[in-house]
C-alpha cells in the first residue's frame, strides 16, 4: 500500500514538472543556504579558536600592583608587589601546569647595519609552554640560561625578517640597549591575536638578563607580570583562588586590605570573542532559515492548488473506498517527497558551494554533518507541517461535492 | 431467512439552501433483495440523484433508515461507511472518472489498493477484471487513448474488481452515442445473470426497461415501482 502510495505521489509530482521543480527551488535554495552560512559561521567559529589557541589556553596574568609617587600613580604592573618567589611559589599549587614571571617591553634590536623596534620579553622557558609557543630552529634557552643570566634570544619571525632578511639568524648577534645577545633559536609562527597585534614580532630573552642588561629595573627580585596556566579549564577557578590567596598571604595583606596585584583572565577574552562569533553564526542561520520558511510556505501553497485541481480526483478516491486517512496520507507523502527531495538538491549545492568558496579564497569552511542532519530533518519537518494543511482540507472534501466538482 | 441486500424505510433528506431546508426526499420506503437489476427514473429534482447518493454511502440520510447487507448506515463511522464503498458496492458514473494519469490497469486496481492488496495479486486481478471487458489489450494505455465507450467499460472493470454485491450505475450511458450504450447495458444485463445487484440511475426509457424492475420518483417519493414487462434484451 505505501508503495503504491509512493509511487502515486512520483506520478504527481511528475505530472506538473515545472512547477513541482519551481515548489522544490524554494526547498533547494533554503537547504542551500542554511547548509551554507552554518558552514561560513561554523568556519569563523573554527578559526577564532585557532587564533585563541595561539595565545595559549586556560592562562591568567598576574600584573603587579600600581605605584604612588607624589601623587602620581603608575598603571598596573608599575609597582614591585610581585617577585619571582611569588612565582616560584604559585608554581607549587595544585592544578597550575606552568609559571612564568615575565618582564617585557619594547626595545631596538640592531643587527649590523640593521635596526628594528620589537617587544623583548625577559621570562623563563615556562613561558614557551604555558604559550604552547614552538621552536622552529635551533633550541630553547634552559633554567640555567636564567640562573646564570646568560645573553642568548630566541627571535620571533617578523623580528628575524627584519632584521636578517633571507640570511639564518641562528647564531648570529643581535644587539639590545648595548648588550649583545646570541640568537640560540628562531620560534614558530603564531601571527596577529586578538588585538591584531603582530605576536611574532618578538625576541625572547632570560628574565635575568632582560632585567639586568635590558630594562635594568631597581629591583632585580620584582617583576611586572607573572603568567600562569592551568593544567585545564576546569582546574581555572580553583587555581585562580588559591593563587590569590596564597599572594595575599605572602604579601602580608589583612581582611580589609586591596590586593597589591591584578588578575587578569586570558579565557575571557577569547570567551567574548567566541561569542561574537557564536553570535555570528546564529544570526548568519537564523536568516538562512527564513529562505527555509519560505520554501515552505511554496510548498503548501503549491498543494493548496494542486487540492483544489484534483477535487474531483478525490471524489473519484472516496466513492471508490479511499478512507479520510489515505487522502491525507497521500497528499502528505507528496508534500514530504517535495520538500526531501529539494532538501537532497539543497544539501548538494550547499556543500558544493561552501566548497567553492574554500577553494578560491582562504576563508575557512566547516561542514559538520550535525548541521547536514538538523538541515535534513527541518525539512521533512517543514514537508509535514506546511502540506498538513491542504492534505487536511483534501480529506475533509465531502465525496458527493469533490465528484461533482468540474 | 434471507435478508434484502437494501432495505431503506422512511428515507428523508433535505438540504439546506437560502430560502430554508429543501427536502430532496420525504420518506422513501424500498427493498431490493439480492439478484435484482433496478432502474431508478425520473425527472432531474425528483431525488433519484439524491437517493443514489444514499444508497452509496456517500451520504447520510436526514431522517429514516437505510440497511445494506444488514449494516445500519447510519450508525457506521466515515472509515466504515469508506469500507462498504471498497467492497461491497461498485460505482460507475456518467462521466466515466478514470484518473486521467493512471494507466488502465492501474485504475481498475486502484480500489484493491484502498483494500490493502498486494502488487501481484493486484495487478492479476486488475488484468482479470480488463479481460472480463473486453479491455486486456489496452492495459497500458491511458484513458485519454480510447473512446468513450471503452472506458465506460473499464470503470465498469475497477466496479467490479473487488467483487461487490452491488453495483450503483448513475446515468452510464448518458455520455455514450446509442449503439455503444447498448454494448454497455448488455454488459450490466450480463453481470445481472452473473449474480451481481445492479441498480441504475436513468432518464431513457429504453435504458431502463434493459432491467427488471422499475422505481420512478417524483418530487422526493417514490410514484411507481414495476416489474419490466418480459421481453428479449440485446
Known amino acids: ?406 | 431467512m434471507s435478508q434484502p441486500l437494501i432495505r431503506v424505510a422512511g428515507l428523508g433528506k433535505s438540504y439546506r439552501t437560502a430560502a430554508g431546508p429543501f427536502p430532496a426526499l420525504r420518506g422513501v420506503a424500498l427493498s431490493i433483495e439480492a439478484g435484482e437489476f433496478v432502474a431508478i427514473m425520473g425527472q432531474s429534482g425528483s431525488g433519484k440523484s439524491t437517493f443514489m447518493n444514499l444508497l452509496g454511502c456517500l451520504d447520510t440520510p436526514s431522517s429514516g433508515d437505510y440497511f445494506l447487507v444488514g449494516h445500519d448506515v447510519a450508525h457506521l463511522t466515515q472509515d466504515q461507511l469508506a469500507k462498504l464503498r471498497n467492497q461491497t458496492i461498485g460505482f460507475v458514473f456518467q462521466g466515466f472518472n478514470l484518473l486521467p494519469r493512471m494507466s488502465l490497469e492501474d485504475n481498475v486496481a486502484l480500489p484493491l489498493v484502498y483494500a490493502g492488496v498486494e502488487r501481484q495479486p493486484r495487478r492479476q486481478r486488475a488484468r482479470q477484471e480488463l479481460a472480463r471487458v473486453g479491455l486486456a489489450a489496452y492495459a497500458e494505455s491511458l484513458p485519454s487513448r480510447i473512446s468513450g465507450g471503452q472506458q465506460q467499460r473499464v470503470a465498469i472493470a475497477r466496479a467490479l474488481v473487488n467483487s461487490p454485491q452491488l453495483i450503483l450505475a448513475d446515468e452510464p450511458t448518458g455520455n455514450l452515442d446509442s449503439h455503444t450504450s447498448a454494448e454497455i447495458m448488455a454488459l450490466f444485463a450480463q453481470l445481472n445473470r452473473d449474480g451481481i445487484t445492479i441498480v441504475l440511475v436513468t432518464h431513457e426509457a429504453d435504458i431502463a426497461a434493459c432491467a427488471r424492475r422499475q422505481v420512478r420518483f417524483l418530487d422526493g417519493l417514490i410514484v411507481s415501482d414495476l416489474a419490466t414487462p418480459a421481453r428479449v434484451v440485446g
Open chain 1, 1 to 406: 500500500m505505501f508503495k503504491a502510495m509512493l509511487g502515486e505521489a512520483w506520478y504527481a509530482m511528475g505530472a506538473n514538472r515545472l512547477r513541482t521543480a519551481l515548489t522544490m527551488l524554494g526547498m533547494v535554495i533554503g537547504v542551500g543556504s542554511v547548509v551554507l552560512m552554518m558552514a561560513i559561521g561554523q568556519g569563523a567559529q573554527y578559526a577564532v579558536a585557532q587564533t585563541i589557541s595561539t595565545m595559549g589556553s586556560n592562562l591568567y596574568i598576574l600584573i603587579s600592583g600600581s605605584t604612588s609617587a607624589g601623587g602620581l600613580r603608575s598603571g598596573g604592573g608599575g609597582g614591585p608587589s610581585l617577585t619571582v618567589a611569588d612565582a616560584e611559589a604559585i608554581a607549587e599549587l595544585d592544578g597550575v601546569s606552568n609559571v612564568a614571571p615575565v618582564h617585557q617591553g619594547t626595545q631596538q634590536l640592531v643587527h649590523g647595519p640593521n635596526n628594528w623596534s620589537a617587544t623583548v620579553v625577559g621570562t623563563t622557558p615556562a613561558y614557551l609552554d604555558a604559550r604552547a609557543w614552538t621552536i622552529a630552529s635551533g633550541h630553547a634557552f634552559s633554567d640555567s640560561d636564567v640562573r646564570s643570566a646568560t645573553r642568548v634570544a630566541l627571535i620571533g619571525q617578523t623580528a628575524a625578517d627584519n632584521l636578517f632578511g633571507v640570511d639564518d639568524p641562528l647564531g648570529k648577534t643581535i644587539r639590545i640597549r648595548q648588550s649583545p645577545f646570541v640568537i640560540i633559536g628562531v620560534l614558530g609562527k603564531k601571527g596577529q591575536n586578538l588585538d591584531g597585534r603582530d605576536q611574532d614580532d618578538t625576541v625572547i630573552v632570560p628574565l635575568t638578563t632582560a632585567q639586568r642588561k635590558v630594562f635594568g629595573t631597581p629591583f632585580p627580585g620584582s617583576v611586572r607580570l607573572v603568567m600562569v596556566q592551568a593544567s585545564s579549564a576546569e582546574a581555572m577557578p580553583a587555581v585562580e583562588a588559591g593563587m590569590i590567596a596564597l599572594l595575599r598571604q605572602r604579601h602580608r595583606l589583612r581582611g580589609g586590605q586591596d590586593n597589591d596585584f591584578y588578575v587578569r583572565n586570558l579565557a575571557a577574552a577569547a570567551d567574548s570573542a567566541a561569542e561574537t562569533t557564536r553570535v555570528m553564526s546564529v544570526l548568519l542561520g537564523a536568516i538562512a532559515s527564513v529562505s527555509l520558511l519560505v520554501g515552505g510556505i511554496g510548498i503548501m501553497n503549491i498543494m493548496l492548488v494542486s487540492v483544489t485541481e484534483r477535487t474531483r480526483e478525490i471524489g473519484i478516491r472516496m466513492a471508490i473506498g479511499a478512507r479520510q486517512k489515505d487522502i491525507l496520507a497521500q497528499f502528505l507523502l507528496e508534500a514530504l517527497m517535495i520538500s526531501i527531495a529539494g532538501c537532497l538538491i539543497g544539501l548538494v549545492l550547499g556543500i558544493a558551494s561552501a566548497l567553492v568558496i574554500n577553494a578560491i579564497n582562504d576563508m575557512v569552511i566547516v561542514i559538520s554533518g550535525a548541521s547536514v542532519l538538523v538541515a535534513f530533518g527541518v525539512a521533512a519537518g517543514i514537508g509535514v507541517f506546511f502540506g498538513f494543511y491542504p492534505a487536511r482540507r483534501a480529506a475533509a472534501l465531502d465525496p458527493i461535492e469533490a465528484l461533482r466538482h468540474q
